[in-house]
């Protein structure tokens, strides 16, 4: 017993969730349809039977007021009839009994109750081969019972057709749950399969682009399956905006890779006929090697920096942003010493720290340091400023150059962007698209804008506490 169980819940396990709800669905609905027929057929057999009690105490009663002789008296045969009722009277002693035969059958019970020493009573018998239900009570101030008994197969035989009855609307009820469980279960399991639909197409054609088709209307009902399937197009949305960018970086990056790997590989073939050139060619080519080895290790730092979506949680310590701050303008000025930077540090945002990894938060302010030097023209100041606003701190970074044109504002942090008027300058395209990852894994806000009076203002918001 115990191993089909098992093999019938191993069966239910593996059939589709539809079939399984489907099921699940009917079952209810059957049992609910039997329950209600089990308990009508109840009802009715307990109605019937306590209608032919009720015939018999009556028919008892009106016996009692015809009667005048008390004595006993033999059964007479009217049982036979359907609707007429057989009627005897037993006394308590025997030797007292009618002369003529009893038609219904009598027991010691039956003594008793003559003798007033048990209860009326009722019971089922067969009398000339039909079923008869006979009533058994005491006759007031006699030693005699009376005994009355009523055909009882017209009440089989109506309980018996209510069982008929009630059978077929069972049986209809079990067809219509299966019907309606069916029906429930390809109604309320549309929009996973249609979930179930798109995401085997997109395993199968690797194309993040497929949706999933959700109703349309004002009075769309948002339930469960509908949330589920809105989530699910969002999630593809993520995925496909994660794949083109993926795609692009690939792309990008071996676009970048490919010149200075050239490079490399022109100026390594150099020096192997180093017996060939002069020690100025020699020394020249060893700089634009040991130069191009730099920015592809930069190169291939900064991507694998960019690659990384969240900061290292053993990492995160409270730091101090205006330290940074000061550690980050002095080592810029060491690298740019023909800039002038100044920076102004509110009081009130000098002692405030937050939860960050100070090596990336320095990476961060490098890079903004950096790119305003490269485009500040030669003696020209790069301005920084950290201040206390309500419930953040702002930090901005100015330059006095060309500025950044309006088309390419919403470009300036994207992966390897460059505007037309840093085409000539140093670089990879990858300092502020990695100042903004930094940014956010921080939960801080980086942007860029024209300032005002020419050049360009670097705007980073971090909350605090």
């Known amino acids: 017993m115990t191993g089909r ?87 308590a002693d025997p030797r007292k009994d009618a002369r003529g035969p009893y038609a219904l059958p009598v027991s010691a019970t039956t ?76 109604t309320g399991l549309a929009p996973v399969a249609r979930l179930t639909a798109t995401a085997e197409r997109i395993a199968a054609t690797r194309d993040a682009r497929h949706r999933i088709e959700l109703p349309d209307g004002p009075d769309t009902h948002e339930d469960e399956i509908t949330r589920l399937a809105t989530s699910f197009n969002t999630m593809l949305g993520e995925l496909e905006q994660s794949v083109t960018a993926q795609r692009r970086l690939v792309a990008d990056a071996s676009h970048e890779l490919r010149t200075p790997l050239t490079a490399l590989r022109t100026n390594a073939e150099l020096l192997s006929r180093a017996d060939r050139l002069t020690d100025a060619q020699r020394d020249r080519a060893s700089a634009a090697l040991g130069r191009q080895l730099r920015e ?4 291939v730092n900064d991507l694998i920096e960019l690659a990384r979506d969240e900061e290292p949680q053993p990492l995160v310590e409270q730091v101090r942003p205006a330290a940074l701050l000061e550690h980050a303008v002095t080592a810029a000025r060491e690298h740019w010493p023909e800039i002038t930077f100044t920076s102004r540090i509110d009081p009130a945002a000098a002692g405030t720290t937050l939860p960050g990894v100070p090596p990336r938060l320095t990476r961060l302010l490098s890079n903004l340091l950096d790119n305003a030097a490269k485009f500040s023209p030669p003696g020209g100041p790069v301005e920084t400023e950290l201040v206390a ?66 050049g360009a203002l670097f705007r980073l918001r971090m909350p605090a506490g």
Request: glycine letters at 10%; aromatic letters at 6%.
């Open 296 to 299: 592809v290790t930069t190169l």
């Open 5 to 91: 169980r098992r093999l019938g819940g191993r069966w239910i396990r593996r059939r589709p969730l539809r079939t399984r709800l489907a099921l699940a669905a009917s079952a209810a609905v059957a049992l609910v349809a039997v329950g209600v027929c089990a308990a009508a057929f109840l009802v009715i057999r307990h109605q019937m039977n306590r209608q032919l009690n009720l015939s018999l105490g009556q028919t008892a009663t009106q016996q009692l007021q015809r009667i005048r002789d008390w004595g006993p008296i033999a059964g007479d045969a009217s049982c036979q009839y359907p609707a007429a009722a057989c009627v005897q009277i037993v006394p």
């Open 111 to 186: 003594r008793e109750v003559a003798a007033g020493q048990h209860p009326a009573y009722y019971t089922d018998l067969t009398v000339a081969g039909r079923p008869v239900r006979m009533f058994t009570r005491h006759l007031p101030h006699k030693d005699l019972a009376l005994q009355v008994a009523l055909r009882s197969d017209t009440v089989d035989s109506g309980v018996r057709q209510a069982a008929w009855a009630l059978s077929v609307v069972g049986g209809a009820g079990v067809l219509l749950a299966a019907a309606l469980g069916y029906w429930v279960s390809r």
């Open 389 to 454: 606003v309500p419930g953040a701190l702002e930090l901005t970074v100015r330059d006095h150059g060309p500025g950044i044109a309006p088309e390419d504002l919403p470009h300036v942090f994207d992966r390897f962007f460059r505007a037309q008027a840093a085409r000539a300058l140093p670089g990879s395209g990858l300092g502020l698209a990695m100042a903004r990852q930094i940014a956010r894994a921080h939960g801080a806000e980086l942007t860029a804008e024209r300032a005002p009076g020419g």
